[in-house]
Antibody
Framework: EVQLQQSGPEVGRPGSSVKISCKAS????????MNWVKQSPGQGLEWIGW????????DYAEKFKKKATLTADTSSSTAYIQLSSLTSEDTATYFC??????????????????WGQGASVTVSS | DTVLTQSPALAVSPGERVTISCRAS??????MHWYQQKPGQQPKLLIY???HLESGVPARFSGSGSGTDFTLTIDPVEADDTATYYC?????????FGAGTKLELK
């Protein structure tokens, strides 16, 4: 069974950084890209970016390029997101989500087929 | 960025048929997917590539559409379907989600 286990809630002071982990099990970690998604309180979902754990390559949504840093440790099958220069706008739940490849009639794309339970970040002085 | 516009909150009775719409600001071909998120839980993939049911998802759920207009249908609706439903496109970078449609049961 594919499982993504995220770390617990974090509280960070304005201007500081926090790092959230996502430990994968039930599949080969390096075979799938890992996405990160933000959900602000009472709001919808925002894609932050992805990391390919095999190569360490990353892609970020423009608004998160200076906010988030994605890394992965293949020895422990764990993906990380670090959020820097925290402001109240960063208070949210952050999800990791595996990107599974689907192909129908020669059309291939990635879909978020497994999700972590979410990790809350609260920015407070 | 590709903007996805979803229908507003809906309220239906158990046993009825409900359709949830998603309109893209530009064509995304069939690279549209649907997720269900129940309160306090992570999202769950329901439909991928517009019309393909994810393994383990009840056949009451179905999807259709291509280009800019997409629909998620639940028939019949059950009490357990109370949730927010999101569409998401993977045709353009960055991936984008709709704002979500909150489905309530009467």
């Amino acid at each position: 069974e594919v499982q993504l286990q995220q770390s617990g809630p974090e509280v960070g002071r304005p201007g500081s950084s926090v790092k959230i982990s996502c430990k994968a099990s039930g599949y080969t970690f390096t075979d799938y890209v890992m996405n990160w998604v933000k959900q602000s309180p009472g709001q919808g979902l925002e894609w932050i970016g992805w990391i390919d754990p095999e190569y360490g390559s990353t892609d970020y949504a423009e608004k998160f390029k200076k906010k988030a840093t994605l890394t992965a440790d293949t020895s422990s099958s764990t993906a990380y997101i670090q959020l820097s220069s925290l402001t109240s706008e960063d208070t949210a739940t952050y999800f990791c989500a595996r990107l599974g490849l689907v192909t129908i009639a020669a059309i291939s794309t990635g879909v978020m087929d497994a999700w972590g339970q979410g990790a809350s970040v609260t920015v407070s002085s | 960025d590709t903007v996805l516009t979803q229908s507003p909150a809906l309220a239906v009775s158990p046993g009825e048929r409900v359709t949830i719409s998603c309109r893209a600001s530009e064509s995304v071909s069939t690279l549209m997917h649907w997720y269900q998120q129940k309160p306090g839980q992570q999202p769950k993939l329901l439909i991928y590539l517009a019309s393909h049911l994810e393994s383990g998802v009840p056949a009451r759920f179905s999807g259709s559409g291509s280009g800019t207009d997409f629909t998620l249908t639940i028939d019949p609706v059950e009490a357990d379907d109370t949730a927010t439903y999101y569409c998401q496109q993977s045709w353009n970078d960055p991936y984008t989600f709709g704002a979500g449609t909150k489905l309530e049961l009467k």
